[in-house]
C-alpha cells in the first residue's frame, strides 16, 4: 500500500508539474466541445438560425410562379433572394461558382401552364435547380425536397382552382382547404419522442446529439499523454530501476491508471459544463444533462477505464513515444469513425456496422446517447457499461502480458 | 558474495553470456570491463533478477536467485547506465520516491535520504528540478538513488559517463569511500580503463559473452608487464615469422614479449628468428602496460558492434 501511494504521489506530481500538458488536456477538449457545438448545433435543426442562401429567378408568365416562390420562403432552412426581372440562369451560374448562393431555382416561363395541365402531360423541365457541388449532399437532398414540397402545393392549389365549382357543388370550404394546402406545417402531422422512461425524454437539438461523440472522442485521446509518458518512462530506464526494486508490472499500470483516470473525470466534466453553460453564451443551444447522474458517473468512468487500458497497452506494444503517438492517434481515429462518432451508425454500410458493435467508442456513444436523449438510467446503460469494462480488462491484462514478454526478451533493459 | 556457475543467456542466436562460472568476493570492487555487447549490463540486469536467464545458476549473499529473488533484492541494488529518475521531479522528491519503494518510511525514510544526498553531495541543489541538474550532479542523483537502501551489493553499470573529470573523480572516490566504510560489495561496469585500475581491487573482462580474464588487480596488471626490443631492419616476411612466436607481438619496429613465466622461452625464440638475418636489435626496455592495453591485447582492436 505504501508502495501504491508513493507511485500514485509521484505520478500526481508528475503530472501537475507538466501544466502546459495539463492545461491542453482540459482546455482543447473545452475548445472543441465548444465549436463543434456551435458549429454543426444548429444545421439541419427544426428551430435553426442558419440560413442557406438561395437564388430564385422567377421567369414564370403565371402566377404560380410567385406561389411556389412565397411556400419557399417558409420552407426549411433557405434565405430566398429573387433575381431581377430579366435575369437569366446565367446569372444563377455566375452567383453558384462565385459561392454567393448555395442553390439556383430557375421557375421557367410555362410554370404556371405546367401545372395547371389537366390532360397530366406537364411541360418536362419548368423548373430548374442549379446545386452547387460543394454542398453536402444531405443539404442538396433536404433543398431538392424543399422544392417538390413547394411545388406539389402550388399543383394542389391549382387542381383545387380547377374543380372549384364541384367543390362548391360538394359543400367543401374552398378558403379553409386553400388554408390548409398553403400553411408550413401540417396540423395532421405529430412528431414524439421515445424514452425509456415515459416522459423522461428529451426532444433532440443537434448540441444534445453531437455533444456525447466529442465527448467519447476526446476521452478516448487520453490515449496520446499516457502512452508517450509511459514509454518515455521505460525507454529511460526508470521502468528497470523500478523492477529491480520489486516493483510489479501491475503496481506500475495501476499507478498510471489513478491520475488520468482522475484527469478523464475532470475532461468530462469541463466538457458537459462547456454543454451546458459556455455554447448557450455563443448562442448555442444549451446541454441537458437527462436525468441519471448516476448513470452518467458509472458510464464516464467505464469509459475512461476503457481508454486508459487502451493506453497502457498501446505503450506496451509501442517502442517509442513517436510510435506510440503514431499508433494511439490512428487508433482513436480509426475506432471513432467505425464507432459512430463521425458518421451516425445507422446510415453506413452493413459491414461497417456489424465491425461498430467492436468499438468501445460505439459502446460510450450509446450510452451517452440512452441517458441524454432516451431517458436512460444506470440500468439501461449497464450492458454499455459492462463491455467497457470487460474491455478495459482485456486490454489491461495484454498490455501486462506485453510488459512481461518485453521484459523476458530484454527489452526493459 | 556473489557466485554465477555456467551462466548463460541469449538473445535469438545472438549469445550474451557464454556459460560464465565466476566468483565476486564480498567487500571488493570488481572492475567489469568488456568491450560494446560483451555481456557486461546483461550480467548485471540478470543478477538483479531483471533478466531471466538461459542457464546456470546464481547465488547472491548466499541466496539462489531461483526462489530468493526477493531477499536478493533487498540486499542489492542497481544504479543503471540511463539516467532513471524523474527529471521534473526535485532532487529530494525523486529520493523520497524510491526510498519509499524501498520500504522505507517517515523518520528512517528522512534519514536515509540526508545520508544518500550528503553522500552524493547533493545538498545545495536538493528542492531543485532533476532537469536544471549538471550532467555530473544527474550522475551523483542517479548513484544517490541507488544507495538508499543502504545495499550490501551495489552493481555500477557505467556510472560516470558523460561527466568531466571533477565529477568521475568524485565519484569514484565515493565508491571506493562506500566500499570502505560500508563493506559494500561492488561490481563496477565501465568503459573507462583507467576508472577500473584506479577503483577496483578485482578485474573480470567480458568478451563475447565470455571470460577472458579475471583475478586480482595486481595480478591482471603483472601479467601485462613486457620487454620491448627495439629491431631495425625487419622485414616483412620476418615480422610473420615473428608474430607466429607465442607471447610475441610485433609493433613497427618494436617486438614485445610478454613478461612471465614464459619470458625467457619467448626472448629466446625471438633471437634464434633474428640470427642470421639483416634484422639487429638496436635497443632493449621493459614496459609497464596500462590496463588498456591489457584489454585490447586480450579482446582485440576491432571494433565490435560494427
Not at chain 1, 37 to 48: D, R, V
Not at chain 1, 290 to 300: I, K, Q
Not at chain 2, 30 to 53: D, E, F, V, Y
Not at chain 2, 129 to 152: F, V
Request: with cysteine; aromatic share 6%; charged share 20%.
Amino acid at each position: 500500500m505504501n508502495r501504491l501511494l508513493a507511485i500514485l504521489r509521484k505520478e500526481f506530481l508528475v503530472l501537475g508539474r507538466d501544466r502546459v500538458s495539463l492545461a491542453v488536456l482540459f482546455f482543447l477538449p473545452a475548445v472543441f466541445i465548444l465549436i463543434m457545438s456551435l458549429a454543426m448545433g444548429e444545421l439541419f435543426t427544426a428551430h435553426s438560425r442558419v440560413r442557406i442562401p438561395v437564388l430564385v429567378i422567377n421567369g414564370d408568365e403565371g402566377l404560380r410562379g410567385g406561389a411556389l416562390v412565397e411556400v419557399l420562403r417558409q420552407a426549411g432552412p433557405f434565405e430566398i433572394r429573387t433575381a431581377p426581372a430579366g435575369a437569366d440562369p446565367g446569372e444563377a451560374r455566375r452567383l453558384l461558382l462565385a459561392g454567393e448562393v448555395r442553390f439556383a431555382c430557375v421557375i421557367r416561363r410555362d410554370f404556371s401552364a405546367s401545372m395547371a395541365a389537366r390532360d397530366g402531360r406537364e411541360e418536362t423541365g419548368s423548373l430548374l435547380l442549379l446545386v452547387d457541388p460543394t454542398v453536402q449532399v444531405q443539404a442538396q437532398e433536404l433543398f431538392r425536397l424543399a422544392v417538390l414540397g413547394a411545388a406539389g402545393k402550388v399543383r394542389l392549389t391549382a387542381f383545387l382552382e380547377g374543380i372549384g365549382p364541384l367543390l362548391d357543388f360538394a359543400g367543401v370550404d374552398r378558403t379553409v382547404l386553400a388554408e390548409r394546402t398553403a400553411a408550413a406545417d401540417d396540423p395532421a402531422v405529430l412528431t414524439a419522442y421515445v424514452a425509456r422512461t415515459e416522459g423522461k425524454g428529451q426532444v433532440p437539438n443537434a448540441v444534445q446529439q453531437s455533444v456525447p461523440s466529442w465527448i467519447v472522442f476526446a476521452v478516448f485521446f487520453i490515449v496520446l499523454p499516457v502512452s508517450s509518458t509511459f514509454i518515455g518512462e521505460r525507454t529511460q530506464g526508470t521502468f528497470s530501476r523500478l523492477a529491480g526494486m520489486d516493483v510489479s508490472p501491475w503496481l506500475l499500470l495501476l499507478g498510471k491508471t489513478v491520475p488520468y483516470f482522475l484527469v478523464n473525470q475532470v475532461q468530462v466534466a469541463i466538457m458537459l459544463a462547456v454543454g451546458l453553460w459556455v455554447v448557450p453564451l455563443f448562442g448555442g443551444t444549451a446541454l441537458t444533462l437527462g436525468s441519471s447522474p448516476a448513470g452518467l458517473l458509472v458510464l464516464s468512468a467505464s469509459l475512461s477505464l476503457c481508454a486508459i487500458a487502451l493506453a497502457l497497452l498501446v505503450a506496451a506494444v509501442g517502442r517509442t513515444p513517436e510510435q506510440a503517438g503514431t499508433i494511439g492517434g490512428i487508433l482513436c481515429l480509426l475506432l471513432g469513425a467505425v464507432g459512430g462518432v463521425m458518421v451516425p451508425v445507422f446510415v453506413m454500410p452493413r459491414v461497417l456496422q456489424v465491425l461498430s458493435n467492436g468499438s468501445p467508442m460505439a459502446w460510450g456513444l450509446q450510452g451517452y446517447l440512452d441517458l441524454f436523449l432516451r431517458g436512460g438510467g444506470v440500468r439501461d446503460v449497464l450492458d454499455e457499461v459492462g463491455l467497457l469494462l470487460a474491455s478495459a480488462a482485456v486490454l489491461m491484462g495484454a498490455a501486462y502480458a506485453v510488459l512481461r514478454a518485453r521484459s523476458v526478451r530484454g527489452g526493459a533493459a | 558474495m556473489i557466485v554465477l556457475e555456467n551462466l548463460t543467456k541469449a538473445y535469438g542466436a545472438q549469445r550474451a553470456l557464454d556459460g560464465l562460472t565466476l566468483s565476486f568476493r564480498e567487500g571488493a570492487v570488481t572492475g567489469l570491463l568488456g568491450p560494446n555487447g560483451a555481456g557486461k549490463t546483461t550480467l548485471l540486469s540478470i543478477l538483479m533478477g531483471i533478466l531471466p536467464r538461459d542457464g546456470g545458476r546464481v547465488f547472491v549473499g548466499g541466496y539462489d536467485l531461483d526462489g530468493r529473488l526477493a531477499e536478493i533484492r533487498r540486499i542489492s541494488c542497481l544504479v543503471p547506465q540511463n539516467l532513471a529518475f524523474y527529471p521534473v521531479l526535485t532532487g529530494r522528491e525523486n529520493l523520497s520516491f524510491f526510498g519509499s519503494l524501498c520500504g522505507l518510511s517517515g523518520r528512517a525514510l528522512r534519514a536515509r535520504v540526508r545520508a544518500a544526498v550528503a553522500a552524493a553531495s547533493l545538498e545545495s541543489f536538493l528542492d531543485k528540478r532533476a532537469e536544471t541538474y549538471s550532467g555530473g550532479m544527474k550522475r551523483r542523483l542517479n548513484l544517490a538513488i541507488g544507495l538508499l537502501g543502504n545495499p550490501r551489493v551495489l552493481y555500477l553499470d557505467e556510472p560516470t559517463v558523460g561527466v568531466d573529470a571533477q565529477s568521475r573523480t568524485w565519484i569514484l572516490e565515493t565508491i571506493r569511500r562506500i566500499n570502505r566504510e560500508e563493506g559494500t560489495t561492488v561490481v563496477y561496469a565501465s568503459h573507462y580503463m583507467d576508472e577500473v585500475e584506479q577503483a577496483a581491487d578485482d578485474i573480470v573482462i567480458l568478451d563475447e559473452g565470455r571470460i577472458v580474464q579475471a583475478g586480482g588487480r595486481e595480478e591482471v596488471l603483472a601479467g601485462a608487464d613486457t620487454v620491448v626490443l627495439e629491431v631495425a631492419a625487419l622485414d616483412a616476411a620476418l615480422v610473420d615469422r615473428l608474430r607466429a612466436l607465442e607471447g610475441v607481438a610485433v609493433e613497427d619496429s618494436a617486438v614485445v614479449v610478454s613478461a612471465g613465466p614464459g619470458m625467457a622461452a619467448a626472448l629466446k625464440r625471438v633471437l634464434l628468428a633474428l640470427e642470421g638475418t639483416e634484422a639487429r636489435i638496436v635497443g632493449v626496455n621493459g614496459r609497464c602496460r596500462t590496463l588498456e592495453e591489457v584489454f585490447l591485447r586480450l579482446t582485440s582492436r576491432a571494433l565490435r558492434d560494427a
